[in-house]
């Protein structure tokens, strides 16, 4: 017989607030509950002083062109009821290359009130490929990368590098694994087991099969319903094993055993599928029962920085128990069950869909003429239906130049709600959140069962101390470095000044004993111009100060992402690929440097050798390259900005003998001649002859000369310094980023078709007390369909999306 309650009605349930901004009473817990009270006792530990930060990017679309500049709104929260942070005022945000490599400078970005936006602009010669964006606080440190945003953005382009085709995959390339519910397969117990089948791309691959026992009888069928993801029941029998016979999308078969059920134990089920509560069932084996008969189980639910926790004896093999969750915010509820002693025994992830997402009304017209001047409306209303002030972003894009797969993207619900709280590449996160997708329900349900992530261990947490916090919050930028003698000793107790050089107001600090020091807590945008004064007179000709780097990037890790295929956008929105040129492509470490002279080439190309390279430093103030570098390049001769090399044996059709060398600017085929670039702009040139030129291939005979743009290298200049008188120098490290303002032109005559797909970006709208924001768009010339997104969160952390799709005529 089932025993059955509702949890609101027991006296045991207890009730924490966890999250460490939120206050609240406490209510006594249970006597001789000194498991649970660990339990509860680590978890406030873990909300309180290991409050999370999140990052969230907002672009202005799906992706790029060279020359495109990528705008984009960040929203930082903290804790896990989603509010804008106020812990770390300094964002991090990294552009990386297809090679996984840092390009461009870094930004650094100022956070107010959790919010700030910033930009990158793409050379019109940048690289076809999947570039990443990542963005992070210092104070995310402390949990590894696990809560940075990490988002592939696709770039395309014309490029010497080869696009790899997806490789097809086989039936022994197929990962199928088999998740019962909650962890626990017993004997006798009906138990759900959940089923999903990746293919080796990262993606869900569709499968079929049936379940047979160790006699080869038929027990039940299964096929996979979203993604490779499926389900079905099957009650274990004493003595028997169980395997999965699958059948693959090419037909061909394969065996993969079950788990092994337990002789005795207990199953926890959980079911969402009614609005408002969460049904709740614990079923003990007969075996598990008899052996624990009216001993005391815990079971303890976490949602949204709080914990609920229900005690009760085990005086029935079926416990069920509804748990009403309307006081939750949507998420993810974690619900896990103890023994007396407070050892978890099984654990399920459920995913709450509660009222509290913001309903975000856009009032716009359906159909606009071109070049009409659009006044749009938004009004926010929270899920009590009140007036909600928060803060938002509005992107507004050519939907036929720029066609955008709904269900594929990310959003700062998939992203905030989900992606983080769940471990493996989430295929089509937005499916989840879609309102017309009616399966989208259940089929979440699923992925809470297939790839349902902790944030903790419970062993690690309640059996091992929590390890030291070794990155603090940064709250603004520092000036810092050390003063030494001549000969390198630490000056250690001296008085520095920092001045600000447009009105000279200042701060002072003092070297500590290794000679180091620090100013803190600085806010100056970037290039901003000080003064760094050795205020002791006596030391001024006999020390040096040596400034730190004020950025040092973090490493970067290979994405766990499956990468967009740029080759499969839409086809007009891909320019004419043209030249292409094969290279072979070598590992790293496969090359190294002879001697002084034989440099390792950096380029997007590949690895390999360079003969020369010529730096930034070296033809920074140059007018034209070609003037510059025919005094430096050994071997090199110029006509019009045209490289050659002086003893080609090549014979070209110019009549010279000699062929032009193949110029590559970060990784494309670039323009014959040097001085069509800027010097200011190029960061590196990389002349390769003969067998190091090969690696480019058949076209770069008569060799190469590789130029790597100001978007990247390792010798971005971020801090110089510039001695003006002894003991005082000029520096100017580097400082928040100013973000570009979008050209949104003002009158009809300025609206042109002549944009990149981004018609409007705004990441600065903010709803007032009614919930009201109003902007303007400058709708193109170009006849067609317009899509507007609209992202935000208000001041309770309440998340909000909307979608709005327009006309031109």
């Known amino acids: 017989m089932k025993k059955s309650f509702l949890i609101v009605f027991i006296t045991a349930c207890m009730q924490l607030p966890l999250y460490a901004q939120i206050a609240g009473s406490t209510q006594?817990?249970?006597?001789?509950?000194?498991?649970?009270?660990?339990?509860?006792?680590?978890?406030?530990?873990?909300?309180?002083?290991?409050?999370i930060e999140k990052a969230y990017l907002h672009f202005d679309k799906s992706y790029y062109d060279p020359g495109d500049t990528i705008y984009f709104k960040a929203y930082v929260t903290a804790g896990e009821r989603h509010e804008l942070s106020?812990?770390?005022?300094?964002?991090?945000?990294?552009?990386?290359?297809?090679?996984?490599?840092?390009?461009?400078?870094?930004?650094?970005?100022?956070?107010?009130?959790?919010?700030?936006?910033?930009?990158?602009?793409?050379?019109?010669?940048?690289?076809?490929?999947?570039?990443?964006?990542?963005?992070?606080?210092?104070?995310?440190?402390?949990?590894?990368?696990?809560?940075?945003?990490?988002?592939?953005?696709?770039?395309?382009?014309?490029?010497?590098?080869?696009?790899?085709?997806?490789?097809k995959t086989t039936d022994n390339k197929i990962d199928v694994q088999f998740f019962p519910e909650a962890g626990s397969f017993?004997?006798?117990?009906?138990?759900?087991?959940?089923?999903?089948?990746?293919?080796?791309?990262?993606?869900?691959?569709?499968?079929?099969?049936?379940?047979?026992?160790?006699?080869?009888?038929?027990?039940?069928?299964?096929?996979?319903?979203?993604?490779?993801?499926?389900?079905?029941?099957v009650t274990a029998a004493d003595g028997k094993t169980y395997s999965a016979k699958i059948t693959y999308p090419d037909g061909s078969v394969n065996t993969i055993d079950l788990p092994k059920a337990d002789a005795k134990g207990m199953a926890l089920a959980v079911n969402n599928e009614k609005p408002g509560k969460l049904s709740i069932e614990i079923n003990a084996n007969k075996p598990y029962?008899?052996?624990?008969?009216?001993?005391?189980?815990?079971?303890?639910?976490?949602?949204?920085?709080?914990?609920?926790?229900?005690?009760?004896?085990?005086?029935?093999?079926?416990?069920?128990?509804?748990?009403?969750?309307?006081?939750?915010?949507?998420?993810?509820?974690?619900?896990?069950?103890?023994?007396?002693?407070?050892?978890?025994?099984?654990?399920?992830?459920?995913?709450?869909?509660?009222?509290?997402?913001?309903?975000?009304?856009?009032?716009?017209?359906?159909?606009?003429?071109?070049?009409?001047?659009?006044?749009v409306?938004?009004?926010?209303?929270?899920?009590?239906d009140k007036p909600s002030a928060g803060y938002f972003s509005v992107a507004v894009t050519d939907d036929n130049q720029l066609q955008v797969d709904d269900n594929a993207e990310r959003s700062i619900l998939s992203d905030l709600l989900l992606s983080t709280e769940v471990k493996g590449y989430i295929e089509q996160p937005n499916y989840y959140f879609s309102a017309a997708n009616t399966d989208a329900?259940?089929?979440?349900?699923?992925?809470?069962?297939?790839?349902?992530?902790?944030?903790?261990?419970?062993?690690?947490?309640?059996?091992?101390?929590?390890?030291?916090?070794?990155?603090?919050?940064?709250?603004?930028?520092?000036?810092?470095?050390?003063?030494?003698?001549?000969?390198?000793?630490?000056?250690?107790?001296?008085?520095?000044?920092?001045?600000?050089?447009?009105n000279g107001q200042s701060l002072t600090t003092m070297t500590n004993a290794e000679g180091k020091f620090v100013f803190r807590d600085l806010g100056f945008t970037d290039k901003t111009k000080f003064l760094l004064k050795t205020e002791n007179s006596s030391l001024k000709n006999k020390t040096k100060i040596t400034l730190d780097k004020t950025y040092n990037s973090l490493p970067v890790t290979v994405s766990m992402h499956p990468v967009s295929k740029v080759d499969n956008l839409p086809a007009n929105t891909k320019p004419e690929v043209t030249n292409n040129v094969k290279i072979r492509q070598m590992k790293q470490g496969d090359v190294k440097a002879k001697d002084k002279n034989v440099y390792r080439t950096v380029s997007y190309a590949g690895s390999g050798n360079a003969d020369q390279v010529i730096n930034y430093k070296d033809f920074k103030n140059a007018i034209k390259l070609s003037d510059v570098l025919s005094?430096?390049?050994?071997?090199?001769?110029?006509?019009?900005?045209?490289?050659?090399?002086?003893?080609?044996?090549?014979?070209?059709?110019?009549?010279?003998?000699?062929?032009?060398?193949?110029?590559?600017?970060?990784?494309?085929?670039?323009?014959?001649?040097?001085?069509?670039?800027?010097?200011?702009?190029?960061?590196?040139?990389?002349?390769?002859?003969?067998?190091?030129?090969?690696?480019?291939?058949?076209?770069?005979?008569?060799?190469?000369?590789?130029?790597?743009?100001?978007?990247?290298?390792?010798?971005?200049?971020?801090?110089?310094?510039?001695?003006?008188?002894p003991g005082l120098l000029s520096i100017a490290p580097q400082g928040f980023y100013k973000a570009r303002n979008f050209y949104t032109p003002r009158y009809v005559a300025a609206a042109s078709s002549?944009?990149?797909?981004?018609?409007?970006?705004?990441?600065?709208?903010?709803?007032?007390?009614?919930?009201?924001?109003?902007?303007?768009?400058?709708?193109?010339?170009?006849?067609?369909?317009?899509r507007m997104v609209i992202e935000g969160i208000d001041s309770n952390g309440n998340l909000g999306r909307s979608v709005y799709k327009y006309k031109v005529q």
């Open 28 to 51: 006594i817990a249970p006597k001789n509950d000194t498991g649970i009270k660990n339990v509860v006792a680590w978890l406030q530990t873990l909300s309180s002083d290991r409050v």
């Open 86 to 167: 106020k812990i770390s005022g300094v964002l991090h945000v990294d552009l990386i290359s297809k090679s996984d490599s840092i390009i461009m400078q870094s930004l650094i970005l100022q956070l107010t009130n959790g919010q700030a936006w910033g930009d990158f602009a793409l050379p019109a010669y940048a690289p076809k490929g999947n570039y990443r964006v990542r963005a992070y606080t210092q104070w995310m440190q402390n949990s590894g990368s696990k809560y940075f945003f990490d988002k592939n953005i696709p770039v395309t382009g014309k490029s010497i590098s080869k696009v790899t085709d997806a490789v």
């Open 186 to 233: 017993v004997n006798a117990v009906p138990c759900r087991i959940a089923f999903k089948a990746v293919g080796s791309d990262g993606l869900g691959v569709n499968i079929k099969g049936v379940i047979v026992d160790n006699l080869n009888k038929e027990v039940t069928k299964f096929t996979s319903t979203h993604l490779g993801m499926g389900q079905f029941f």
């Open 289 to 375: 029962y008899l052996e624990n008969k009216n001993k005391e189980i815990n079971i303890v639910i976490y949602a949204s920085g709080t914990v609920k926790t229900v005690k009760t004896v085990l005086d029935n093999q079926v416990i069920g128990l509804d748990l009403p969750v309307n006081d939750f915010k949507t998420g993810i509820v974690q619900v896990t069950l103890f023994s007396q002693a407070g050892v978890p025994l099984n654990e399920r992830l459920a995913f709450v869909q509660n009222t509290d997402v913001l309903n975000l009304a856009i009032n716009a017209k359906s159909t606009y003429v071109a070049n009409e001047k659009a006044g």
């Open 377 to 384: 409306t938004l009004n926010v209303k929270g899920g009590d």
């Open 441 to 502: 329900k259940a089929n979440l349900d699923l992925l809470m069962l297939t790839q349902g992530y902790r944030r903790f261990v419970w062993n690690e947490l309640l059996n091992k101390p929590a390890p030291a916090i070794a990155y603090n919050p940064e709250n603004g930028l520092k000036v810092s470095g050390v003063m030494t003698t001549k000969d390198g000793k630490p000056v250690a107790n001296e008085k520095l000044s920092l001045l600000l050089a447009s």
């Open 631 to 725: 005094g430096l390049v050994r071997g090199v001769t110029f006509d019009k900005g045209v490289p050659y090399l002086k003893n080609s044996l090549v014979v070209g059709s110019n009549g010279s003998g000699m062929l032009p060398m193949l110029i590559v600017v970060d990784g494309a085929i670039g323009i014959s001649s040097v001085d069509n670039y800027n010097p200011a702009d190029i960061e590196r040139v990389e002349v390769l002859k003969g067998a190091n030129a090969s690696i480019y291939g058949l076209g770069a005979g008569g060799g190469v000369m590789v130029l790597t743009s100001r978007l990247g290298g390792d010798d971005l200049e971020s801090n110089t310094s510039v001695e003006m008188a």
């Open 754 to 786: 002549n944009y990149t797909g981004t018609v409007l970006w705004k990441p600065n709208l903010t709803t007032d007390k009614d919930g009201n924001a109003t902007f303007n768009i400058m709708n193109a010339s170009k006849p067609g369909n317009y």
